[in-house]
């Protein structure tokens, strides 16, 4: 049981850094490498037909149906904050219908599936992580196991699917309503008419546009549940490894998503 | 299927060599045969792996090294048809239950049928069933049927538990310490349960248990893991007279009384 560092040539604090560094990309590499295992698990399940269809329409009320409230509340305060801030930064200098496109556009690329993707990270991915979680470390996984069934069919697989289904449907919901309540606001507000905004709003689009949030959104939908999954089934240590593992899984599916954001304008806003 | 008897003393449970280390080596090479329709009693003192053993009979916890055979085939190296006809076989009764706590009684225990047997039976079928199952552990169906798992104490759960893990009618049944926290009547129903269905069904049992009296009274052989080894195979006559250490302190409780004053001097 000898210290690596003592038999170590190298200098104290390199061997630590480089033993960091290395320990480090082991974890990333054995990360990556079941997430793969399990998105490949996950397909091959859906594949065989292995997957109930009422688990998964379960799943969609429990991540989509139920998240209609929180998302719309999000989205809603989202829209009236970039028009008035728009209306703030723009009057007098700029005709005032580019407010419209200001929102729209802010909404349907960026705040819309982000802000959806931020708050479902919360109120679904740290739930499946922490569920999961509970069921490996008072060994309920095991006990699936034991009795032959499959957790990834029956527990992974519903959750990863109704939320890729749910997603695109929160977005366009959460877009939809955005654009509404900045419209409204710009109207109280500003004093702008809803033909104006509208004007403002159809000068800049594209129809891309409305593909790009689609896009987005299910890579989001995937991203969250198949980290919230593996997290969930990593769990050991009891309850405190549950909350411990429930906080590094918001970690991990926020900076998910920031990364996979930041990652959309050059790959597909070119 | 069960009607084709086997003889006894046909291997039916194999660890050939099982190692497995988590900080340490838990399991430092760990070789027992379980013959079919014997009932095996498994002792060794608390924390030495026997719950990791068992857990190695159906992959639960995957050896680094060794493998585990049952009834002819490999558990690690015959492929996943293979592991999950395994799993259809073997009845499991986790230590602390395990019970699915999303599902009531009923759902848990249903879970125990295997999926294929599950697509021939009819609902009242599984429900006769599982009645008949909660029956067998001394529990009241029409009480606890509907019930959530949250619901019920300590031993009413392990006996569920145990319910949902002969209601498959495996072959095989692997009890991790199905008395332990069972008030005497229980305790009495579980060892009637386990002899009735080896006697009956001639079912293999490996029992994991601290109640060496009772276990040696029931089974037809016992042996101790200890330090990550098996230190004795043999039947309880045997390990009545074996002069091992560790299992004098077992087989008797003065043995026991001097082993800790020995540990208390050093
Ligand atoms: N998942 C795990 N991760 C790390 N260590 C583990 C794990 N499972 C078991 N161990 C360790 O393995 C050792 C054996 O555990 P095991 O549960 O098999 O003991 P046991 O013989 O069943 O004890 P008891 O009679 O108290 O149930 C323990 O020291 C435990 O700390
Ligand atoms: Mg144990």
Not at chain 1, 130 to 142: F, H, R
Request: aromatic share 8%; with cysteine.
């Amino acid at each position: 049981m000898t210290e690596p560092s003592s038999t170590s040539p190298l200098p104290r604090p390199l061997a630590g850094l480089l033993g960091r560094i290395g320990r480090t990309s082991l974890l990333v590499s054995e990360h990556a490498g079941q997430l793969g295992m399990l998105v490949v698990a996950v397909f091959m399940a859906v594949v065989r037909v292995r997957v109930s269809w009422r688990d998964v329409m379960r799943q969609i009320y429990v991540v989509g149906v139920q998240s209609i409230p929180i998302v719309l509340v999000t989205a809603g305060l989202a829209g009236i904050v970039t028009s008035q801030q728009g209306g703030y930064q723009f009057t007098g200098s700029i005709p005032l219908y580019v407010m419209g496109s200001v929102v729209t556009e802010s909404v349907v690329l960026e705040m819309g599936p982000v802000l959806t993707a931020i708050v479902l990270v919360g109120r679904v991915g740290a739930r499946i992580t922490a569920e999961l979680g509970t069921m490996k470390v008072s060994e309920q996984i095991d006990a699936l196991y034991s009795v032959g069934r499959d957790p990834i069919e029956i527990l992974a697989a519903p959750r990863i699917l109704a939320l890729i289904i749910s997603m695109p449907v929160l977005v366009g919901m959460a877009n939809l309503f955005a654009i509404l309540a900045g419209m409204v606001s710009a109207q109280y507000t500003l004093g702008l008419g809803y033909e104006t905004f509208f004007y403002g709003a159809r000068l800049f689009w594209h129809s891309w546009d409305m593909f790009y949030s689609l896009l987005k959104s299910i890579a989001f939908g995937f991203a969250i549940p198949v980290i919230a999954v593996h997290m969930g089934l990593r769990t050991g240590g009891g309850a405190a490894g549950v909350g411990k593992q429930t906080t590094q899984s918001v970690m991990f599916m926020t900076l998910t998503i920031l990364i996979l954001d930041a990652l959309f304008p050059p790959l597909f806003l070119q | 299927m069960r009607a084709e008897r086997r003889g006894i003393g046909e291997p039916m449970i194999e660890y050939r060599g099982v190692y497995k280390a988590f900080d340490y080596p838990v399991l430092s090479g760990v070789d027992l045969t379980v013959n079919s329709g014997e009932m095996f009693a498994l002792f060794g003192p608390s924390g030495t792996g026997k719950s990791v053993l068992l857990k190695t009979t159906l992959a639960l916890v995957v050896p680094d090294r060794g493998d585990v055979r049952v009834d002819g085939e490999s558990v690690y190296y015959d492929g996943p048809d293979a592991l999950e006809r395994i799993r259809c076989k073997v009845g499991y009764v986790f230590q602390y239950a395990a019970l699915f706590d999303s599902l009531t009684v009923f759902e848990n225990i249903e879970m125990g049928i295997p999926e294929h047997d599950l697509r021939t039976l009819s609902q009242s079928e599984v429900l006769d069933r599982a009645w008949e199952a909660l029956e067998l552990v001394n529990l009241e169906p029409r009480q606890v049927l509907t019930k959530m798992p949250a619901e019920l104490s300590g031993g009413m759960k392990k006996r569920v538990g145990i319910a949902r893990a002969i209601v498959g009618r495996p072959e095989i049944l692997l009890w991790d310490e199905p008395t332990t926290g069972l008030d005497p009547v229980n305790t009495a129903a579980v060892e009637r349960l386990v002899k009735q269905l080896s006697d009956e069904l001639r079912v293999t049992s490996l029992l994991v248990t601290h109640d060496v009296i009772g276990g040696l009274e029931m089974c037809d052989r016992v042996a101790m893991l200890e330090g990550g080894e098996v230190r004795f195979v043999g039947t309880p006559d045997e390990f009545r007279q074996s002069d091992i250490p560790v299992v004098r302190a077992f087989a008797d409780r003065h043995a026991a009384h001097e082993a800790l004053d020995v540990l208390d001097v050093s």
